[in-house]
């Protein structure tokens, strides 16, 4: 295992569209998997996407099964590792809520998402994974998606006003959101 530094917004691989994975239960694909792990729990990271660590690979890992420390008001989120996703919406229903990003340390914003969905992909061993989620988990999950498909979370801010620096705007979670990730 290692532990990669995580593109910054402005790095042109983080813009792009992810490949899909074709072979699973490989060397790679397991050292790939240990990697973002490594990698998201020393950020204590939500997720992490594969394109974060400059690889060009549709493989996504969120959730820990515990509380996260940047985010300690939200519910826990399995740990799920989700290969060639897709998600669906379930209904027309958003919600608007903070989010931050490990490529885009140091700010957060609030976005919308669709507030149920279902998704689906695969494990590291080419299992099928569908699930519904909803709130937190369907938010975590629309963000490490999007990193797929070269969409980082202000593009998808629609309120300027409500996008800042966490030091300014959440002063007691300033130390977990270092520029150093």
Same mark, same amino acid.
């Given at each position: ?50 394109? #974060?660590? @400059? ?7 969120? &959730?820990?099964? =515990? /509380?996260? %420390? *940047? ?23 958003? #919600?608007? @809520? ?7 340390? &140091?700010?957060? =914003? /609030?976005? %919308? *998402? ?41 593009? *998808? ?25």
């Amino acid at each position: 295992m290692a532990r990669h530094p995580i593109l910054k917004m402005g790095d042109p691989r983080l813009l792009t569209v992810a490949k899909p994975v074709t072979a699973f239960d490989t060397p790679e694909l397991h050292q790939l998997i240990a990697d973002l792990r490594e990698t998201m729990a020393g950020a204590n990271g939500a997720g992490l996407a594969a394109p #974060q660590i @400059g690889v060009d690979r549709q493989v996504v890992l969120f &959730g820990s099964g =515990a /509380v996260n %420390p *940047r985010y300690p008001n939200e519910a826990i989120i399995p740990a799920t590792v989700l290969i060639n996703p897709v998600i669906t919406p379930i209904g027309e229903e958003e #919600q608007s @809520g903070w989010e931050g990003c490990l490529s885009v340390p &140091g700010l957060r =914003a /609030v976005v %919308p *998402r669709w507030m149920h969905i279902r998704y689906t992909g695969f494990d590291e061993f080419g299992r099928t994974i569908e699930r519904t989620a909803s709130g937190f988990h369907a938010r975590v999950a629309q963000h490490e998606c999007d990193h797929l498909i070269g969409k980082l979370y202000p593009m *998808r801010v629609r309120d300027f006003s409500q996008f800042g620096y966490v030091e300014t705007l959440f002063p007691e979670l300033s130390a977990l959101e270092g520029d150093d990730d």
